[in-house]
């Protein structure tokens, strides 16, 4: 069956601007997660949904930062007046539940130039 | 804040060799998840732990939990070339806490 799909799996953009990134979780998994990795370091956490509400969003480094989730599939990291220190790798996970074993994406390398 | 300490940081071990990664958190856990990134790649998940002292196998992988639920790790016996990549623990403080990682090099 289909992994966990991310799109773009390459964004380049410009301080200043907004993006937005797409998380397509394993159909029927009701928790998602977003993580941020940097070079050299392990994922960070970011926000955890569990069907459409977020269960905990404290890893949003500012207000920034927003994810929605809308009817508890897709979901949307997105990301207003980028600066540089936002760029890494965004990567999403998707699990059967809150706490079980969690399929990532593939990420996506976001570059703020 | 929750905090997951994992070392060493890097690991080179001629193909054959044992390699061990250990994850420490000052505070007691719900459960730990190991994963493997493999260079390039996203993690993948390897293993749960529960239970208090838990051992699981796979292969030649060796999960255990620590009697207090604090610390764990992960063996691997006689590495190949193919067990290259980070491994990483994250720590279930209500949402999941990744470790730094241990990056394993295997020299053929």
């Known amino acids: 069956g289909a992994g966990v799909s991310q799109t773009p799996s390459n964004k380049v953009t410009e301080k200043g601007k907004y993006v937005e990134l797409r998380c397509d979780p394993i159909?029927?998994?009701?928790?998602l997660y977003w993580y941020r990795q940097s070079l050299g370091q392990g994922p960070e956490f970011l926000i955890y949904f569990q069907g459409t509400g977020a269960a905990d969003d404290s890893g949003l480094p500012n207000d920034r930062f927003f994810a929605v989730r809308p009817e508890g599939s897709v979901s949307t990291l997105k990301i207003q007046r980028t600066e540089r220190g936002d760029s890494a790798v965004y990567l999403c996970?998707?699990?059967?539940?809150?706490?079980?074993?969690?399929?990532f994406g593939p990420g996506t390398r976001l570059t703020v130039l | 804040g929750q905090q997951v300490m994992q070392i060493p940081q890097y690991q080179h071990v001629q193909e054959g060799e044992d390699f061990t990664t250990y994850c420490n958190s000052s505070?007691?856990?719900?459960?730990i998840q190991w994963y493997k990134q493999r260079p390039g790649g996203h993690p993948v998940f390897l293993i749960q732990l529960v239970k208090s002292g838990e051992v699981k196998k796979q292969k030649r992988l060796t999960f255990q939990f620590g009697e207090a639920k604090k610390n764990s790790s992960l063996h691997i016996t006689a590495t190949q070339t193919t067990d290259v990549g980070t491994y990483f623990c994250a720590a279930d403080f209500n949402k999941f806490y990744f470790g730094s990682g241990t990056k394993l090099n295997v020299k053929p």
């Open positions: 996970a998707s699990s059967f539940g809150g706490r079980n074993e969690q399929f």
């Open positions: 159909s029927g998994h009701t928790a």
């Open positions: 505070t007691t856990l719900s459960n």
